[in-house]
Nanobody, 123 residues
Framework: QGQLVESGGGLVRAGGSLSLSCAAS????????MGWFRQAPGKEREFVAG??????ADYGNSVKGRFTISRDSSNTIDLRMNSLKPEDTAIYYC??????????????????WGQGTQVTVTS
């Protein structure tokens, strides 16, 4: 049984930075796309960023220019979040597609989801 394990969430002041990491283990396919979604209380789930096995990246409009996703290996991704805003406060979920894929903002494309890590940005 595969799993996605997120780390690196926490509390930061507006304008600060945080990095998230996600490690995948136990999956048959290591060429899948991976990425991040987030969900704040009372809000819709939102695509943050995704990256293909080849390193092609895509970002949600609200984080473009501030967040950077990278892939350290076939099974590990990082999300560097700069210039954080209070509206970035959410639970961040690591996601993974079931097979090789381009990064996509469509949540239904990602079959595997992590447990989530809380990011809180104070003003």
């Amino acid at each position: 049984q595969g799993q996605l394990v997120e780390s690196g969430g926490g509390l930061v002041r507006a304008g600060g930075s945080l990095s998230l990491s996600c490690a995948a283990s136990g999956y048959m396919f290591d060429t899948s796309a991976m990425g991040w979604f987030r969900q704040a209380p009372g809000k819709e789930r939102e695509f943050v960023a995704g990256i293909s096995w080849h390193g092609d990246a895509d970002y949600g409009n609200s984080v473009k220019g501030r967040f950077t996703i990278s892939r350290d290996s076939s099974n590990t991704i990082d999300l560097r979040m700069n210039s954080l805003k209070p509206e970035d406060t959410a639970i961040y979920y690591c996601v993974k597609t079931p097979s090789e894929s381009a990064p996509t903002p469509q949540a239904r494309a990602y079959s595997y989801w992590g447990q989530g890590t809380q990011v809180t940005v104070t003003s």
